[in-house]
């Protein structure tokens, strides 16, 4: 699977925003699905999960209420939707797939394969 993610720009604090990740190749319902990002100088970190088959969710506590994870089947598309932007939360946003395990899991070594990012960018 190839997976192009897209929907970053330029954002004020408190701005809402929606990413996306398109898949070409093969369906992500054989997936477990998540976003990372890597801000400048920082490690990725993961974002926000998502079990393709269930639907069920996992967010990093510093998303968690803010940001929501979700999935169109018929598309084969994974939606990131971000509300109440803070500045913390500038940074290179990259969808990937991991394993089809039951529950989502947060660690990077488990996603193989990667979006190119896109770029998210809050100013105060």
């Known amino acids: 699977v190839q997976l192009q993610a897209s929907g970053g720009g330029s954002m004020q604090a408190g701005d809402s925003l929606k990413l996306s990740c398109t898949a070409s190749?093969?369906?992500?319902?054989?997936?477990?699905m998540a976003w990372f990002r890597q801000a400048p100088g920082k490690y990725r970190e993961f974002v926000a999960g998502i079990i393709w088959s269930y639907g069920s969710t996992y967010y990093h506590d510093d998303v968690k209420g803010r940001f929501t994870i979700s999935r169109d089947a018929a598309k084969n598309t994974l939606y990131l939707q971000m509300n109440s932007l803070k500045p913390d939360d500038t940074a290179v946003y990259y969808c990937?797939?991991?394993?089809?395990?039951?529950?989502?899991?947060?660690?990077?070594?488990?996603?193989?394969?990667w979006g190119q990012g896109t770029q998210v960018t809050v100013s105060s």
């Open positions: 990937a797939a991991g394993p089809p395990t039951p529950i989502v899991i947060p660690t990077i070594t488990e996603y193989k394969k």
């Open positions: 190749g093969r369906s992500f319902s054989t997936y477990g």
